[in-house]
């Protein structure tokens, strides 16, 4: 495999993991970035521009990780119950609300006010007060916010108590040993259990009282296994979680946010702006393909640097718009240029057409005529 092959399949492999646990790909990403000692994806790839590649060991490491992750298709995965348009009117001492589940969380919206549930047994009510309202909210009236608190989490009952309904017995009452079953991945019982996030053991009856979400860092059911494969022999032992003594109520947050929507400039809206900018520079079907294949690079400044490949990019183009857009941005834009395979032969042919269909008939004809096709490459 070369260095790029080996990134390649890194990243195929966080897919996978992002699949198989339905998480974000970007929290996949980090995940197999911090598994090789990095911090997050940025500063993994960051060093593969530079010395560092990883080797085959390591591919194969994070393969044998994420290999042994059962995936929850297929599993009788019951996680949304719910839905925007579920909603359940009410009055609380006077005051309007509307109630709604969604993804097992519980939501509770009056007028410039809000109360969040977590499906985490273990998260705090969120409260959050609209700024112009903090003032004179009804949620600043501890009686009555107790009293809404308490409405939200009757919901939180039933919609657990559905859920409930359909897991195995045994993901909520330990037998003797303290052995617990996951609640919907095929795995062998046990009585101890390790977070894929923080590395802790959990017991069994530790897990079963925290609804399978891990009691130290509030991970959800699907990052909870009964060994943790994931760490070399090298690596220090999971320790036992530490859990809050029972009964301790958990006191909402409060906290009282401005409504207004806020530019949060980051790399991912940076990249995908000085994309939308180069498919504008792009003046053919080719330059739209070199638009596509272009690296875009944000630093933590959030400063630009686009790699070109030839082929596509013809290297004296100046691609104005993304220049014009950096600039509004108040950001920096360098462009370099990278010599790669072609995707298709004769990448010349997309620079006279504008038409992406013209140019893939133009590439399958000339692929026909002065191509191999594929009954040569058997006999
Ligand atoms: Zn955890």
């Known amino acids: 495999m070369t260095d790029n092959d080996k990134l390649k399949a890194l990243k195929l492999l966080a897919k996978r993991y992002a699949r198989a646990t339905g ?10 970035a911090t598994r090789l000692g990095f911090p997050h994806w940025n500063a993994l790839t960051g060093s593969a521009k530079g010395e560092w590649a990883p080797s085959e060991a390591q591919v194969a490491a994070i ?23 579920v909603i359940t009117r009410g009055e609380v001492q006077g005051y309007s609300y509307e109630l709604k589940t969604m993804l ?16 985490n047994p273990l998260a705090a009510p969120q409260v959050e007060i609209d700024l112009p309202h903090a003032q ?17 989490k009757e919901l939180m009952q039933s919609v657990k108590a559905r859920r409930f309904a359909d897991w195995p017995r045994r993901a909520t009452k330990p037998d003797a040993e303290g052995k617990v079953r996951h609640p919907f991945l095929d795995m062998a019982e ?17 897990i079963a009282t925290h609804q399978w979400h891990c009691p130290g860092c509030g991970a959800s059911p699907l990052n909870i296994f009964p060994d943790a494969f994931w760490l070399k022999p090298n690596e220090e032992k999971p320790v036992p979680v530490q859990t809050r003594a029972e009964g301790q109520e958990i006191e909402p947050v409060i906290s009282i946010v401005d409504p207004r929507p806020r530019l949060d400039l980051n790399k991912d809206k940076v990249t995908h702006l000085i994309r939308t900018a180069l498919f504008e520079d792009a003046t053919n079907a080719s330059e739209r393909l070199g638009a596509s294949l272009a690296e875009i690079w944000v630093d933590d400044d959030l400063d630009v ?20 857009v950096a600039a509004l941005l108040g950001i920096e834009i360098e462009q370099e240029v990278v010599w790669s395979d072609p995707l298709f032969a004769w990448p010349g042919l997309g620079t006279t057409t504008q038409s992406t269909v013209e140019y893939t008939c133009l590439m ?16």
Request: proline share 5%; net charge negative.
């Open 190 to 206: 046990s009585n101890l259990w390790y977070c894929l996030h923080c590395n802790t053991e959990i017991t069994g009856p530790q």
């Open 136 to 152: 004179n909210s009804p949620m600043n009236d501890r009686e009555l916010l107790a009293e809404a608190v308490g409405i939200a």
């Open 63 to 85: 393969k044998a990780i994420v290999d042994k992750i059962p995936s929850y298709e297929g599993a009788t995965f019951d996680h949304v119950f719910g839905g925007p348009d």
């Open 23 to 32: 998480q974000a790909q970007h929290v996949a990403l980090d995940f197999v």
């Open 305 to 324: 640097v686009v790699s070109f490949e030839t082929h596509y990019w013809p290297e004296d183009k100046e691609p104005s718009t993304a220049v014009e």
């Open 364 to 379: 399958l004809d000339a692929y026909r005529s002065h191509g191999a096709t594929g009954d040569e490459d058997g006999s």
């Open 104 to 119: 097992g969380d519980v939501c509770m919206n009056g007028h410039g006010w809000r109360i969040l549930l977590r499906e």
